[in-house]
């Protein structure tokens, strides 16, 4: 049920979708993988939307080299955890939403219990271990993961609903190779803005989603795309799972 105070902050947007709407995102689950270039993004417009719970995990603290684009992030924070850090500006923002700070890293071991109650799975990582690792769970599980990534000028977006659209697998079987990744700011807003409005959609149940379409974001020609991909029936992750 939605306090007096929130009707009056949601006002504008539950003209969109209405108070049921906002009731929809308000009992939301929502764990954010990484508190960094995509993940500052996504949390603070997920927060400022009402979704009632984010669980926000990243292993990392803050360093000086975070603060071209985890604007989350202060000076005054290096050295600290990133989750620690991001929860406490995202309660500022939007009181009524519960923030999970998890300063833990994904693995084989601690991949499960770190998203098995949660109604969206969003990457927002930056290593493609573990983005396979939350691919594969979140298929397991029957929870749609939305899938970003950025390098430089250039990013992507890909939405996958388990058992009916290519997985993460299909589309890109082998990582590329590792590299220190060239980030630039303007670029993760970009991604981070289209997962977080997956998201959203997802959650209320509106408009067509990013499933078998891998969206393309080019910075320097201000230009977006997208691929259609299909699931492949052998695929290690999803190969042989059924919509749930």
């Known amino acids: 049920m939605l306090s007096q105070e929130e009707l009056r902050r949601f006002r504008r947007q539950t003209g969109i979708f209405g108070t049921g709407g906002q009731e ?11 508190a ?20 926000i995990i990243d292993r990392d603290v803050v360093d000086i080299s975070n603060l071209n684009r985890q604007f989350l992030h202060r000076d005054a924070d290096l050295g600290r955890p990133k989750t620690e850090s991001a929860a406490e500006k995202l309660r500022e923002m939007n009181p009524h939403v519960t923030i999970e700070a998890v300063q833990e890293s994904i693995d ?37 993961f939305i899938h970003g990534a950025i390098r430089g000028f250039d ?14 697998r299909c589309v890109i079987p082998r990582a590329p190779p590792p590299e220190q990744t060239p980030v630039l700011g303007v670029t993760a807003g970009v991604v981070a803005l289209v997962q977080a409005t997956e998201a959203l959609k997802y959650l209320l149940g509106v408009g067509t989603l990013l499933g078998n379409r891998l969206l393309l974001w080019e910075g320097l020609d201000s230009r977006m795309t ?5 699931r492949n029936p052998r695929c290690q992750d999803c190969g042989g799972v059924d919509p749930p």
Do not use: F, H, M
């Open 36 to 55: 960094g270039g995509l993940g500052c993004p996504v949390a603070t417009y997920l927060a400022l939307a009402g979704v009632g719970r984010l669980r």
């Open 108 to 144: 084989e071991e601690s991949v499960s219990g770190l998203v098995g109650d949660t109604n969206v799975i969003i990457d927002a990582v930056d290593s493609y271990a573990a983005r396979y690792l939350l691919n594969r769970e979140a298929i397991r599980r029957g929870i749609p």
């Open 155 to 168: 990013g992507q977006a890909l939405t996958v609903l388990p058992g009916k659209t290519a997985c993460l």
């Open 24 to 34: 929809r995102l308000k009992a939301a689950r929502v764990t954010i993988a990484g």
């Open 226 to 230: 997208e691929v259609a991909v299909e």
